[in-house]
């Protein structure tokens, strides 16, 4: 469900709106039913209901009914949409601890998640930086990366939630490759049989030669013609300027980013549209992937919108993204019981 106090609520069900969604699969809520009930009434949907239950198997599956496994973890009298607390970063931690359980027993088959707030997750004394961290510690995972995804165009990341100085420190040639690879696996997890990769220089014209950087010759060149070696089909280094929209435009089916923003910017360019005659965001799209773990776990490519949320307004797009991935990646994993 996300932050209680943010738009996940909202989100999820105006997805969960969607009769299509349970042709696919059979979505279960981790969360808290009276938030689940609350959002429901603020965007007045008088034909769905909210369905407690306590494991899996009580779950209806059926539209017009939106299964929620209650935590119980949010006072609702207390509860201040669209404000940092303790109480909502306690319970939307307690939600991402509780999916990655039932996940690892098999109980589900793949798990989705709305956005977190980092200062509440703080708060409460969880001291995370984000979802990813989250699913790694719980899955004893140690290589691990993120994918962002907007339809054709994929990104993964050598380092993500570390300072722009750092994250130059961090393009050595072990991270490069140990990227490429799970690029090129996640790849063809989804059904690429051979993987087309592009791997993004760090610096200006991939450091012209060493004039602006050495590390296009020294660390990434080296970790990309040990893939080569491997049967891996990768290219690089490419100039970061340019990379991305050859992706865009088929050249790739993927891309090695240096850093977090090098990845994120063409993918929110690409999926985020304001429309600034109507004042508002036509789309807000996008899929956040984490790579590496035993389990599927898809996420929106967006934060918890305090500013939207308790509105009513905010767009369910990345999140019904998500959960497209979500089914094709536990489509591809030959599993039978889908329970997202």
């Known amino acids: 469900m996300g932050d209680p106090a943010s738009i996940g609520p909202e989100i999820t069900v105006k997805a969960l709106c969607r009769p299509e969604i349970y042709e696919k699969c059979r979505p279960l809520i981790i969360g808290d039913a009276l938030v689940m009930e609350r ?28 299964d929620v496994l209650d935590m119980g973890l949010v006072d609702i009298d207390w509860l201040e949409v669209g404000k940092v607390s303790e109480m909502a970063g306690a ?24 956005a977190l707030n980092k200062e509440s997750i703080n708060l409460a004394g969880y001291h995370f930086s984000g979802h990813t961290e989250i699913y790694a510690e719980y899955t004893g995972t140690k290589k691990y990366t993120m994918m962002l995804a907007h339809h054709n165009l994929r990104v993964v990341h050598v380092s993500t939630h570390v300072s722009l100085r750092e994250a130059c420190d961090r393009v050595k040639k072990e991270r490069v490759l140990e990227v490429i690879r799970i690029a090129d696996e996640a790849c063809r997890s989804m059904g690429i049989n051979k993987p087309k990769i592009a791997v993004a220089g760090l610096n200006p014209h991939c450091g012209e030669g060493g004039l602006f950087g050495r590390e296009e010759i020294e660390e990434i060149t080296p970790a990309i013609e040990i893939a080569k070696a491997e049967g891996i089909c990768v290219d690089g280094p490419v100039p970061p300027d340019t990379v991305f929209s050859k992706a865009k435009g088929g050249w790739y089916d993927i891309v090695v980013a240096m850093y977090h923003d090098q990845g994120h910017i063409p993918l929110k360019m690409a999926g985020f549209v304001y429309n600034e005659e109507a004042q508002k965001w036509d789309a807000v799209e996008g899929v956040n992937i984490t790579l590496g773990l035993p389990i599927i776990r898809t996420s929106v490519d967006h934060g918890t919108a305090f500013d939207q949320a308790g509105k009513g307004s905010a767009n369910e797009l990345s999140l019904i993204n998500a959960i497209e991935y979500a089914i094709g990646f536990a489509l591809n994993s030959n599993e039978q019981n889908r329970i997202v």
């Open 91 to 114: 319970a939307a931690f307690g939600y991402v601890k509780k999916v990655i359980e039932l996940a690892m027993e098999g109980e589900v088959d793949a798990t989705v998640t709305n």
């Open 39 to 66: 959002a429901l009434h603020k965007l007045n949907y008088k034909d769905i209901t909210v369905h407690q239950v306590t494991n899996p198997q009580e779950g209806l599956y059926r539209h017009g009914i939106i």
